[in-house]
């Protein structure tokens, strides 16, 4: 079956604007996890959901970002009034269910640039 | 805090020769450790993961081993091939909030070069 998915693969933005960056999981996982990776740098927890509820959103920078997930499948990250230092590798992963030894999935990521 | 720290940042090999990578962690309640590979432009993909009761595991010509006393992990790659180039990290799960919580090192650079 098909891994997990994020569109756009890339993103160029202007200082100021609104993006939202999409991931879709592998089909029938329920946990799904959004990471930021910085160039050189080692992926960043963001958020975490547990069916279509934030279980755990604790990684979030600030009010800027926010993250849904209205059905249990498909997730959406949301940042406005995007600032330079929001320009990283935006990752999403999924896991059929959130135990300790389960193996997460990653997206090929969004490439997210802010001019 | 919890931390993951990764030594050498970046390695260059030639194919066929073995190498070893470094991984130490302070972090708490401990869970799980995990190497992952990332290829250029691509997500992270999951190669071993340990328990705090499991010295090694093997998958394929990667093998890495734990030592939850010193808190000290490595990836061993046998044989290295011209694939093996990419990004090897090192995650650690943090047994917090009922679900893995993973703590990324910030990876070391292997190139494999002919």
């Known amino acids: ?115 | 805090k919890n931390q993951v720290e990764q030594s050498p940042q970046s390695l260059i090999i030639l194919e066929g020769k073995n190498c070893t990578l470094q991984c130490n962690y302070t972090v708490s309640p401990f869970s799980n450790l995990r190497w992952y590979k990332q290829d250029t432009g691509r997500g992270p993909v999951s190669l071993t993961i340990m328990t705090f009761s499991e010295n090694t595991k093997s998958n394929g010509r990667y093998t890495a081993t734990l030592d939850a006393d010193t808190k000290q992990s490595s990836l061993h790659i046998t044989a290295s091939q011209l694939s093996d180039s990419a990004s090897y990290i090192c995650v650690v799960s943090v047994a917090s909030g009922g679900y893995n919580k993973l703590i990324f090192g910030a990876g070391t650079r292997l190139a494999v070069h002919p």
């Open chain 1, 1 to 115: 079956g098909a891994g997990v998915s994020q569109t756009p693969s890339n993103k160029v933005t202007e200082k100021g604007k609104y993006v939202e960056l999409r991931c879709d999981p592998i089909s029938g996982h329920t946990a799904l996890y959004w990471y930021r990776q910085s160039l050189g740098q080692g992926p960043e927890f963001l958020i975490y959901f547990q069916g279509t509820g934030a279980a755990d959103d604790s990684g979030l920078p600030n009010d800027r970002f926010f993250a849904v997930r209205p059905e249990g499948s498909v997730s959406t990250l949301k940042i406005q009034r995007t600032e330079r230092g929001d320009s990283a590798v935006y990752l999403c992963a999924s896991s059929s269910t959130a135990e300790y030894q389960e193996t997460q999935y990653f997206g090929p990521g969004t490439r997210l640039l802010v001019l």
